[in-house]
């Protein structure tokens, strides 16, 4: 059990349970959110972490080199997986949504999203996709340590990054620049020497025809190095120790957790205290995690309904309420595309920006009649933005509307009309303040579409309001 808090450090209440099942996780049914009404936030807090102890891996695509040991991919075999690799990234991208609304380990899958973003990678080998997704799984409430170095010698990484063209008479400095600009130390806290030296310790890691991470002892640099002040001849595995001796480490990581989970404006003394545990924990992310979900400073109006739902917690959100399901996967995916954020399929090394970033004219609109189309026979045009790959006779303009589906069972077995009914669905559904929400707009315009389902009506209008963007 979480212990030092005060006994009455912070009230429970449907906003403050809602705020942390939305940032633990993707949210929660009504029926949960007054299920754990009486309880303390510490226990539902815990309750969370204890439910993703547990975890299941991703295993829909097989090794395509297995049983071919000896021989390795021959370059026709890996032509072809490349082709066939984009479609099925495609259809693993459809079960991880899927995962994340209906898995129990709902903090598990948030964090694994999360470093997702954060150990940004995009090749094309779908089942080396999948190997990357479930080593984030597998160490997405660990120690970051190991999480880092799973990372650095994950075949994906090494293909994304360029490890694999690092070689002793001449280095790749890509992975180390990024190793430390983007997943530890943050920019201008390394030189360019640094950078140097860290790639030549990375030389001979690189991935074999088996798709497995291999040491070429031949190709490595075993001269001696130079790296933020230490002399030796180092390997990769002691320059990412040396990263994570320095405190910087903690504070980058902590600040970027803080923006993701919290808010987007930092509080510098709340990311020291935070840095500070993380580092003195040997970078526990559990413990991180915890601190941060039962301060009492988490739960400060100005931290709830802050934060932009990104594209994929918006989709994954919708599931969980309604079941929302579309007629073809492809739809989904274009939906991803409209959005701006595509499951395995980041923009850059960097990842996705967030926050404002999320927000354009065309997709707030999208964002806006997601909801509305529910009730416009489940039709809703779709225009996914294209990318840089397809070619003019690829994009189909023309197929651009889509069904959608929708089981509101478990709305309407919990709502059941009567007068409190608008005040507690404006409630359940928006986190931002509603004193600024038109009520009596929004009762006329479920008024005018008749008196049938009228929580399916209520709802999908609400959800329809900018304010449900916010989480």
């Given at each position: 059990?979480?212990?030092?808090?005060?006994?009455?450090?912070?009230?429970?209440?449907?906003?403050?349970i809602?705020?942390?099942?939305?940032?633990?996780?993707?949210?929660?049914l009504?029926?949960?959110?007054?299920?754990?009404?009486?309880?303390?936030?510490?226990?539902?807090?815990?309750?969370?972490?204890?439910?993703?102890?547990?975890?299941?891996?991703l295993?829909?695509?097989n090794?395509?080199?297995?049983?071919?040991?000896?021989?390795?991919?021959?370059?026709?075999?890996?032509?072809?997986?490349i082709?066939?690799?984009?479609?099925?990234?495609?259809?693993?991208?459809?079960?991880?949504?899927?995962?994340?609304?209906?898995?129990?380990?709902?903090?598990?899958?948030?964090?694994?999203?999360?470093?997702h973003?954060?150990?940004?990678?995009?090749?094309?080998?779908?089942?080396?996709?999948?190997?990357?997704?479930?080593t984030?799984?597998?160490?997405?409430?660990?120690?970051f340590?190991?999480?880092?170095?799973?990372?650095?010698?994950?075949?994906?990484?090494?293909?994304?990054?360029?490890?694999?063209?690092?070689?002793?008479?001449?280095?790749?400095?890509?992975?180390?620049?990024?190793a430390?600009?983007?997943?530890?130390?943050?920019?201008?806290?390394?030189?360019?020497?640094?950078?140097?030296?860290?790639?030549?310790?990375?030389?001979?890691?690189?991935?074999?025809?088996?798709?497995?991470?291999?040491?070429?002892?031949?190709?490595?640099?075993?001269?001696?190095?130079?790296?933020?002040?230490?002399?030796?001849?180092?390997?990769?595995?002691?320059?990412?120790?040396?990263?994570?001796?320095?405190?910087?480490?903690?504070?980058?990581?902590a600040?970027?957790i803080?923006?993701?989970?919290?808010?987007?404006?930092?509080?510098?003394?709340?990311?020291?205290?935070?840095?500070?545990?993380f580092?003195s924990?040997?970078?526990?992310?559990?413990?991180?995690?915890?601190?941060?979900?039962?301060?009492?400073?988490?739960y400060?109006?100005?931290?709830?309904?802050?934060?932009?739902?990104?594209?994929?917690?918006?989709?994954?959100?919708?599931?969980?309420?309604?079941?929302?399901?579309?007629?073809?996967?492809?739809?989904?995916?274009?939906?991803?595309?409209?959005?701006?954020?595509?499951?395995?399929?980041?923009?850059?090394v960097?990842?996705?920006?967030?926050?404002?970033?999320?927000?354009?004219?065309?997709?707030?609109?999208?964002?806006?009649?997601?909801?509305?189309?529910?009730?416009?026979?489940?039709?809703?045009?779709?225009?996914?933005?294209?990318?840089?790959?397809?070619?003019?006779?690829?994009?189909?303009?023309?197929?651009?509307?889509?069904i959608?589906?929708?089981?509101?069972?478990?709305?309407?077995?919990?709502?059941?009309?009567?007068?409190?009914d608008?005040?507690?669905?404006?409630?359940?559904?928006?986190?931002?303040?509603?004193?600024?929400?038109?009520r009596?707009?929004?009762?006329?315009?479920v008024?005018?579409?008749?008196?049938?389902?009228?929580?399916?009506?209520?709802?999908?209008?609400?959800m329809?309001?900018?304010?449900?963007?916010?989480?």
């Open positions: 059990m979480v212990t030092g808090l005060p006994i009455n450090y912070m009230k429970t209440t449907r906003k403050n809602q705020h942390l099942f939305l940032r633990s996780g993707f949210g929660s009504p029926a949960n959110i007054e299920k754990n009404i009486s309880r303390s936030i510490p226990e539902i807090a815990e309750e969370i972490f204890s439910a993703s102890q547990n975890y299941s891996s295993d829909f695509i090794n395509p080199i297995k049983g071919r040991e000896k021989k390795g991919a021959s370059a026709f075999q890996i032509l072809k997986m082709i066939k690799s984009r479609r099925e990234t495609e259809d693993l991208n459809i079960i991880w949504l899927n995962k994340m609304a209906q898995d129990p380990a709902q903090l598990r899958e948030k964090m694994t999203f999360f470093w973003n954060h150990f940004s990678t995009n090749v094309p080998f779908s089942y080396l996709m999948q190997l990357q997704n479930n984030l799984r597998k160490f997405a409430l660990g120690k340590g190991e999480l880092l170095h799973a990372v650095a010698k994950d075949p994906a990484m090494i293909i994304y990054l360029n490890n694999q063209q690092n070689h002793k008479d001449a280095p790749n400095e890509n992975f180390a620049r990024e430390m600009e983007l997943f530890t130390l943050g920019e201008g806290h390394y030189s360019e020497n640094d950078i140097k030296e860290a790639a030549r310790a990375f030389t001979g890691w690189a991935v074999n025809r088996k798709g497995k991470f291999e040491f070429h002892e031949h190709d490595h640099d075993y001269g001696e190095k130079e790296f933020m002040g230490r002399k030796g001849n180092f390997k990769g595995e002691e320059i990412l120790n040396f990263i994570l001796e320095n405190k910087q480490t903690a504070i980058f990581i600040t970027k803080y923006r993701e989970f919290v808010n987007h404006e930092i509080k510098r003394e709340r990311i020291k205290s935070l840095a500070d545990d580092f924990s040997s970078y526990d992310i559990s413990m991180l995690m915890k601190k941060i979900f039962t301060s009492e400073w988490f400060d109006e100005e931290n709830i309904g802050c934060k932009i739902c990104s594209p994929v917690e918006l989709i994954v959100r919708y599931k969980k309420i309604i079941a929302l399901e579309f007629e073809n996967d492809q739809a989904l995916i274009d939906l991803q595309k409209a959005l701006g954020q595509v499951l395995f399929f980041p923009p850059n960097a990842g996705w920006k967030g926050g404002n970033n999320w927000i354009d004219s065309s997709s707030l609109l999208l964002r806006l009649n997601i909801a509305q189309a529910l009730l416009n026979e489940g039709r809703i045009i779709i225009n996914p933005k294209p990318e840089f790959e397809d070619t003019p006779d690829e994009i189909d303009e023309e197929n651009d509307e889509h959608l589906s929708s089981d509101w069972t478990i709305m309407n077995s919990y709502f059941t009309n009567n007068e409190n608008f005040d507690e669905l404006l409630n359940y559904l928006v986190q931002s303040s509603v004193q600024k929400i038109d009596d707009k929004i009762k006329s315009l008024n005018e579409a008749g008196a049938d389902n009228k929580i399916i009506k209520m709802a999908s209008v609400i329809s309001l900018p304010e449900f963007q916010l989480i």
